[in-house]
């Protein structure tokens, strides 16, 4: 019995199909591979961080006071946006009362230090990624290794550190932002007195709350800035080089942090 030339080339797809799945599964694990030598080289040169002190202050200044403005805005408009709808939700049931306890948890825990890791991987990943990348492209990178310079200790280190250290007080105003914006549309949209708002949210508050919150910082600043600089380190091909790692570097900065924003809130609530 004669097979049909259509499920001959069927049957011809998939020694293609198994090809091209092996040649991404090996470049993946060898992707894999590079970011963790990357990684770890860019840790062990943290101790040399400060014969590159000016470098550190100027990314703190970058990633710091000047991603303030977004991050503030973001935090302000979920908090907002947040009082307004639970409010209404627990309005339905008689308890407006625990709309301050309702707001505090899920802006500390979850949307303050998720909405600054988001905005700054928008932000800060993607100057790195795009800085980077040009330095790759014009050859930056390979003068700096010329004349016996390690380029991961002089460009990656000093934005790890410095992402480290603005990080945390970055989630510190977001939360406040953000709860004070709730505060503000619970007086003046659904008429509740602020020591009423005030008083359900701080004897409330345990440590595990705030643990889950600002652990987030420092694991959010560590995904931005190695994966961003990483993509940069990997830019060719030109211009358009450059903007496909720096689009790359975002959008897997951005689910990383999604996904380290559920496992962390995961283990420490199970372990607290």
Same mark, same amino acid.
């Given at each position: 019995?004669?097979?049909? #030339?259509?499920?001959?080339?069927?049957?011809?797809?998939?020694?293609?199909?198994?090809?091209?799945?092996?040649?991404? =599964?090996k470049?993946?694990?060898? *992707?894999? &591979?590079?970011?963790?030598?990357?990684? %770890?080289? =860019?840790?062990?040169?943290i101790?040399?961080?400060?014969?590159?002190?000016?470098?550190?202050?100027? &990314?703190?200044?970058?990633?710091?006071?000047?991603?303030? #403005?977004?991050? !503030?805005?973001? +935090?302000?408009? /979920?908090?907002?946006?947040?009082?307004?709808?639970? $409010?209404?939700?627990?309005?339905?049931?008689?308890?407006?009362?625990?709309?301050?306890?309702s707001?505090?948890?899920?802006? /500390?825990? @979850?949307?303050?230090?998720?909405?600054?890791?988001?905005?700054?991987?928008?932000?800060?990943?993607?100057?790195?990624? +795009? @800085?980077? $990348? +040009?330095? &790759?492209i014009? @050859? &930056?990178?390979?003068?700096?290794?010329?004349?016996?310079?390690?380029?991961?200790?002089?460009?990656?280190?000093?934005?790890?550190?410095?992402?480290?250290?603005?990080?945390?007080?970055? *989630?510190?105003l977001?939360?406040?932002?953000?709860?004070?914006?709730?505060?503000?549309?619970? @007086?003046h949209?659904?008429?509740l007195d602020? $020591?009423i708002?005030?008083?359900?949210?701080? #004897?409330?508050?345990?440590?595990?709350?705030?643990?889950?919150?600002? %652990?987030?910082? #420092?694991?959010?600043?560590? /995904?931005?800035t190695?994966?961003?600089?990483?993509?940069?380190? %990997?830019?060719?091909? $030109?211009?358009?080089?450059?903007?496909?790692?720096?689009?790359?570097?975002?959008?897997?900065?951005?689910?990383?942090?999604?996904? =380290?924003?559920?496992?962390?809130?995961? !283990?420490?609530?199970?372990?607290?």
């Amino acid at each position: 019995m004669k097979s049909s #030339p259509s499920s001959t080339r069927a049957f011809g797809l998939i020694p293609l199909l198994l090809t091209k799945f092996n040649r991404e =599964a090996k470049e993946f694990f060898f *992707t894999m &591979q590079e970011f963790f030598w990357f990684s %770890l080289k =860019a840790f062990l040169a943290i101790p040399k961080a400060k014969r590159y002190w000016r470098d550190v202050l100027d &990314q703190a200044k970058i990633c710091g006071a000047d991603s303030l #403005p977004i991050v !503030l805005v973001s +935090a302000i408009s /979920i908090g907002a946006l947040l009082a307004i709808e639970v $409010g209404n939700l627990l309005e339905d049931f008689g308890a407006k009362t625990m709309l301050g306890r309702s707001t505090s948890i899920s802006v /500390i825990r @979850e949307l303050g230090p998720l909405l600054m890791g988001l905005m700054l991987s928008a932000r800060f990943g993607s100057r790195n990624g +795009a @800085e980077l $990348g +040009a330095m &790759q492209i014009s @050859e &930056q990178i390979d003068a700096l290794r010329a004349f016996g310079t390690d380029p991961i200790a002089k460009l990656v280190t000093p934005r790890l550190v410095a992402a480290l250290i603005m990080f945390l007080p970055l *989630t510190a105003l977001s939360d406040f932002a953000g709860l004070h914006s709730a505060a503000y549309m619970a @007086e003046h949209y659904h008429r509740l007195d602020p $020591g009423i708002f005030w008083n359900s949210v701080y #004897p409330r508050l345990a440590p595990k709350d705030f643990v889950v919150g600002f %652990l987030k910082a #420092p694991v959010f600043a560590i /995904i931005i800035t190695l994966v961003s600089s990483f993509n940069g380190f %990997l830019a060719k091909g $030109g211009t358009a080089g450059v903007g496909r790692s720096t689009i790359k570097g975002i959008v897997v900065s951005s689910g990383l942090v999604l996904i =380290a924003n559920f496992y962390v809130s995961k !283990l420490v609530l199970e372990n607290m």
